[in-house]
């Protein structure tokens, strides 16, 4: 089993996946955020302030209450791939005068790789 634990091409895989995320968030790019969920009613999201259950509240929350991320850079990035088609990526985020979390579980899905389960938190700096 080890030896499907963060095989190089997956990990590369998870990081362009990760790097598209990340690039829909900086420039507001709802319908690209909205597209790496998977559209599933178990997809799970929780944010600051909202826990959001199923792609369509997700997509329903990013439509109206959803506020451009603030300017963000990543300080760590954990990627940890388990087979050919699920990974965990974990990201500690520096917001000026804040840090923060954001967790995401992904799966390879026929679509391509599309986060089930993502966590972001606050952590005083």
Not at 95 to 110: F, I, N
């Amino acid at each position: 089993m080890t030896d499907d634990i963060n095989r190089p091409e997956v990990v590369a895989e998870v990081r362009a996946a990760l790097e598209r995320y990340n690039r829909a968030l900086e420039v507001r790019d709802v319908a690209t955020l909205n597209e790496l969920f998977w559209e599933s009613s178990n997809t799970v999201r929780f944010g600051f302030g909202e826990n959001l259950f199923g792609h369509d509240e997700i997509v329903r929350y990013r439509g109206s209450q959803w506020q451009h991320a603030s300017e963000r850079n990543v300080v760590k990035v954990v990627i940890t791939t388990i087979g050919q088609d699920c990974a965990a990526t974990s990201l500690v985020l520096d917001r000026g005068d804040k840090l923060s979390r954001q967790s995401q579980t992904w799966a390879r899905r026929p679509e391509g790789w599309r986060i089930v389960a993502a966590h972001v938190s606050v952590l005083k700096k």
